[in-house]
């Protein structure tokens, strides 16, 4: 894929970059590499003062940033500026909670003979980070705040679609103040990745994206003996029993299958639903997703805009095709519609079977597949046959099903009567094939940090 520019809304290639000659990447390696030495010496207080100017600017310009992610994959205006917040509430978070972080950890010093114990939190140097289109801010921030702030040196390889955010997000760290080379962008394609990783001064990598490019990464790393946490996909389940407030689960039921045009691997797609409550659910659910509006992503009174590539749809119609070839029931949407541009409509399917593709895949778009379940334990077997184990949610006020769904459901994160979400203060991930590490709060910072034990010996004046 090119690096370039490309509205979703017609399709025009708007700004075309050229990716970097191996002069110019090895340029850069060397340069993180000598920023790494002097830039782990710096203070945490340091730091901290240049994460909030760099929250500081970013807020100042939250309707510039907010313009140029809508431009470049799709996601509402009003949307994209809530990105941006998002973004700098990240920043001042590990601007306030990092130091503590960062502390040493106390052990008990005379089990193990010493006069001191402790963990020491240090940085490992420059970390590579693969991330994706959908969020091309939050994603880059939830690696670069706890990075930089540990002492870490960003690498950023991000999407080739989304450019110019790339490209922002360096500039922003360095006019808030960053040593230059603390956090630089690469502009090369997929393709040059494994060098990347490779590369002796690159000491571990972060990815978020497809489960393809997971393993990808992940063998390179192995073969390497480098650190890495992947975040890769997920087909959350959001489970509804006759106990939950079925207007407020239908509501977030929406938000859940079209935040972002459908297009973040945390949200609900598979939707469990109690056969006492289903056929009400069910009504609630198809008359709000067919009431929304899909349409120009700048317009204050669209809903849903298009999606960010044009595979990326053709994915989507592929699912839902092959999902209605072989006798699912579209409720609402199902089909592509004439025009310009990436758009696809909500869409509610029923009569899902393993025989369709969509049923063991992640379709990233708005379309929701709808199950009716006779209980918690039985959704629970359902949503856990499935791959993925990235959120889950449960609407329901029974305190035996809420601590069955915690206990027994097969993801990273669990949600009670509330839609899966990432905040900086907790942390972010998930198991089977969903990845390992965590993202966020103390966990996602400690990552990429060398948790050295120190020992201190009694000395021998203190015997004497």
């Not at 060397?30 to 730091?47: F, I, K, P």
């Not at 996909?233 to 859940?256: E, H, Q, R, T």
């Not at 499935?386 to 949600?415: C, K, N, T």
Request: net charge negative; hydrophobic share 40%.
């Amino acid at each position: 894929m090119a690096i370039a520019t490309i509205s979703p809304v017609t399709g025009e290639v708007l700004k075309e970059f050229d990716e970097l000659t191996a002069d110019e990447l090895e340029d850069k390696l060397s340069r993180a590499a000598a920023a790494a030495d002097s830039y782990r010496l710096t203070s945490v207080e340091q730091r901290s003062r240049w994460l909030n100017q760099a929250a500081d600017n970013l807020e100042t310009a939250v309707d510039s940033v907010a313009m140029l992610m809508t431009t470049e994959m799709g996601k509402t205006y009003s949307a994209a500026q809530g990105e941006v917040s998002k973004s700098a509430r990240a920043l001042r978070f590990y601007a306030t909670e990092g130091p503590a972080f960062l502390k040493n950890l106390p052990c008990d010093a005379a089990r193990v003979g010493a006069k001191e114990a402790y963990v020491s939190y240090q940085p490992i140097g420059p970390v590579l980070a693969v991330m994706p289109w959908n969020f091309p801010l939050w994603q880059t921030m939830r690696f670069a705040a706890p990075a930089l702030m540990a002492g870490n040196v960003g690498l950023l390889k991000h999407a080739s679609n989304v450019p110019q955010t790339a490209l922002y997000v360096e500039r922003l760290f360095r006019e808030a103040g960053f040593p230059d080379d603390v956090f630089q962008t690469l502009l090369v394609s997929s393709g040059r990745i494994e060098q990347v990783l490779r590369d002796e001064r690159v000491k571990a990598a972060t990815l978020t994206g497809s489960e393809s490019a997971g393993k990808s990464v992940a063998t390179v790393a192995g073969s390497e003996i480098k650190k890495v946490v992947l975040e890769l996909g997920g087909s959350d389940p959001f489970i509804v029993m006759p106990s939950s407030n079925l207007v407020k689960a239908s509501d977030n039921a929406v938000k859940a299958r079209t935040l972002n045009s459908g297009q973040s691997c945390i949200n609900g797609k598979r939707f469990f639903i109690h056969t006492d409550i289903y056929e009400t659910f069910l009504e609630m659910f198809v008359t709000k997703m067919g009431a929304l509006v899909v349409g120009d992503p700048m317009d204050p009174g669209t809903d849903i805009g298009p999606l960010a590539t044009e595979a990326g749809r053709d994915d989507v119609v592929a699912f839902v095709d092959d999902a209605l070839a072989k006798g699912a029931t579209a409720l609402v949407g199902g089909k592509q519609p004439d025009g310009p541009g990436w758009f696809y409509p909500p869409t509610v399917l029923t009569g899902i079977t393993p025989e369709m593709n969509m049923y063991h895949k992640e379709v990233f778009g708005p379309v929701a597949q709808v199950f009716r379940v006779s209980s918690v334990r039985d959704a629970l077997e359902q949503a856990n046959a499935h791959p993925y184990g990235l959120g889950a949610s449960l609407w329901s006020e029974d305190p035996d099903e809420r601590e069955q769904f915690i206990r027994d459901v097969q993801a990273g994160m669990a949600f009670i009567n509330g839609n899966t979400a990432s905040y900086p203060e907790i942390p972010f991930g998930g198991v089977k094939r969903s990845g390992f590490g965590r993202e966020l709060s103390d966990l996602g910072m400690r990552e990429f940090m060398n948790a050295k034990t120190v020992w201190i010996g009694v000395d021998l004046a203190d015997h004497t």
